[in-house]
C-alpha cells in the first residue's frame, strides 16, 4: 500500500519556473521580465489568459464557435423541436432530516437544460434545433390547464415532475392529442400497472425496479433474513410491498415487521439526537435473528436515524443506509466523470437522482429526433416505442423502454450517501431476453393492458 502525505512532486513546466536553474534566481526574473516586453504580441493567447488584441495590419480571428442552440437558431431551415417540464410544487412536504439532502431550487430542470445542450450539440449539424419551456403550479388543475395549453400550441414532449394522481390528470388531459409524458420522478407501481396509460413513458424507476436491485445484491451477499421498518406515510406502505415482494421473488425471508411512529415536530429540538440514541435501540429490542434491517422511509423523515442505532450491530439497507438509485453524483465509470463535471459547469452542484431522470427523458427525444431526422411526434414518439430505440446513459449499456408498460430499463446503482457499492443486476441473474427485465415487473407478470391495444 503507498500511503502519501502531500501531494506528488510535479516538475515544473518551464525552465524559469525550476528551482534549481543554472542561474542567479534574481536574474533568472530579470532576463524573464525583458523577454517579456520585448517579445512580439501573440496571435492566440494561452488557455486561461486574457485574450491578446489583434495588430492590425492583421487578419480577424475566427469567431468563437456559437453555442449549439444558438447555432441553430441562426439556421430558418432548422427543425424547432420544443420539449416542456412541468413541475407540480409540492410545499406541503416535510424537509428531510439532513439538511444536506434538501433539494435545490433547479432539481431536475438543471438536468433538462444539460440534455437540451447535449441535443442541440448533435442537433446543430442536422439543422434541428432543441428548445425548454417549463411551467410549475402548486395545484394539479392549473398545472394539467397550462400543459394543455401548450401542447395545444405545438409541443409534443411532456417531462413531468408531478405526484401520480397528477400524472394521470396530465395524460388523460392528453390522451386524443399528438404527445406523450414522461415521468421522471413517480415510482409508483400502479403507474406501470393498473392504472397505465399508452401515453406516459417512465424514466423514474418504479419501486420494485429498486427493491429488486437490492434484493438481487443481498441474495448476492447471502444476507437472506430481513427485518422491515415501516413507516406511517402511504409511500412507505407502498414501498414496503414492493419489498415483500421482491423477498418472494429472491428468496429472502422477512422474519419480522415493525412500524415506526415518528413526531415529526420536535426531531431537531436540542438534545433530540439523545433521545433518538436510546429510543432506537430500545425499539430493535427482541427480535430474530436476522441479516439486514429494511428501512422503508420514501419521505426520508426517520431512515437515517437507524444506522449505528440498532440493537444489534447489522447493516441498514432501503430508503436509508445502502440504497437504490438511478443515479449517484460518485458514479466515475463509463464516462461518468465528464457527465458529471458538465453538469457541474452547467449547475454549479452536483447531480441528483431527478436531474438524471430529466436528463434521459429530454436525450430520449433528441435521440429519436437524430435517428430519424425528424421533429414530427407521429414519427418520434412509435419509435421510442420500438425495439430499434436505443439511449446511451452513461452506465455501462444501452438502456430502452419495455414496450408492454413504457418503463425505461435500466441498471440500478446501489449506493451508500459518498460512495457506489455496485450496480444490479448482479452476477447469475439471467433472463431470456436481457438481464435488466429481471428487475420490476417482468412481461409475463404485467396487469397493464393499453399497450395491447
Not at 404527445?179 to 403507474?191: G, K, R, T
Request: glycine share 6%.
Amino acid at each position: 500500500m503507498n500511503v502519501s502525505t502531500g501531494p506528488a512532486y510535479r516538475p515544473a513546466r518551464s525552465v524559469l519556473c525550476r528551482p534549481h536553474a543554472p542561474y542567479p534566481r534574481g536574474f533568472s526574473f530579470i532576463a524573464a521580465a525583458f523577454l517579456l516586453l520585448a517579445a512580439p504580441l501573440p496571435v492566440r493567447a494561452q488557455e486561461g489568459a486574457p485574450e491578446a488584441p489583434a495588430a492590425p495590419s492583421a487578419a480577424p480571428a475566427a469567431p468563437a464557435a456559437p453555442p449549439a442552440a444558438e447555432a441553430a437558431a441562426s439556421d430558418p431551415a432548422a427543425l424547432k423541436i420544443r420539449i416542456l417540464m412541468a413541475r407540480e410544487l409540492r410545499e406541503d412536504r416535510l424537509p428531510p432530516l439532513s439538511l444536506l439532502d434538501i433539494p435545490p431550487p433547479d432539481d431536475g430542470v438543471a438536468g433538462a437544460k444539460l440534455a437540451i445542450s447535449d441535443n442541440n450539440t448533435t442537433g446543430r449539424f442536422l439543422k434541428q434545433e432543441f428548445t425548454l419551456d417549463i411551467v410549475q403550479a402548486a395545484t394539479p388543475a392549473e398545472l394539467v390547464a397550462e400543459v394543455v395549453k401548450r401542447v395545444d400550441e405545438g409541443i409534443a414532449y411532456v417531462v413531468a415532475d408531478a405526484s401520480a394522481g397528477t400524472l394521470l390528470q396530465l395524460s388523460d388531459a392528453l390522451k386524443d392529442k399528438d404527445a406523450v409524458v414522461f415521468n421522471a420522478s413517480a415510482p409508483d407501481e400502479a403507474l406501470r400497472e393498473e392504472q397505465c396509460r399508452v401515453n406516459i413513458k417512465h424514466t423514474a424507476p418504479s419501486r420494485s425496479m429498486l427493491t429488486d436491485a437490492l434484493g438481487q445484491y443481498l441474495a448476492w451477499k447471502q444476507w437472506r433474513k430481513w427485518v422491515l421498518v415501516v413507516g406511517p406515510a402511504p409511500e412507505d406502505k407502498l414501498y414496503a410491498d414492493a419489498v415483500r415482494r421482491t423477498a418472494k421473488r429472491f428468496g429472502h425471508k422477512i422474519v419480522e415487521e415493525r412500524s415506526f411512529a415518528y413526531d415529526p415536530g420536535s426531531r431537531r429540538s436540542d438534545g433530540g439526537f439523545e433521545q433518538i440514541q436510546q429510543q432506537i435501540p430500545s425499539f430493535m429490542q427482541g427480535l430474530p435473528e436476522h441479516d439486514v434491517v429494511v428501512v422503508a422511509d420514501e419521505g426520508e423523515l426517520f431512515g437515517e436515524y437507524f444506522p449505528y442505532r440498532t440493537w444489534i450491530s447489522r447493516p441498514v439497507v432501503g430508503t436509508a443506509g445502502l440504497f437504490a438509485t438511478p443515479w449517484h453524483p460518485a458514479i466515475e465509470l463509463w464516462g461518468g466523470t465528464q457527465f458529471q463535471n458538465r453538469f457541474k459547469r452547467l449547475a454549479g452542484r452536483t447531480m441528483r437522482s431527478l436531474d438524471y431522470n430529466v436528463w434521459e427523458a429530454v436525450r430520449s427525444v433528441g435521440e429519436a429526433a437524430t435517428r430519424k431526422n425528424s421533429a414530427d411526434p407521429k414519427v418520434l414518439i412509435p419509435y421510442m416505442r420500438s425495439p430499434e430505440f436505443e439511449l446511451a446513459a452513461f452506465k455501462g449499456q444501452k438502456v430502452t423502454y419495455r414496450a408492454w408498460n413504457g418503463q425505461l430499463r435500466q441498471p440500478v446503482v446501489l449506493a451508500t450517501a459518498k460512495i457506489l457499492v455496485t450496480v444490479s443486476p448482479q452476477p447469475g441473474f439471467l433472463h431470456q431476453t436481457t438481464e435488466l427485465d429481471t428487475l420490476g415487473v417482468d412481461q409475463p407478470e404485467t396487469k397493464c393492458t393499453a399497450f395491447k391495444k
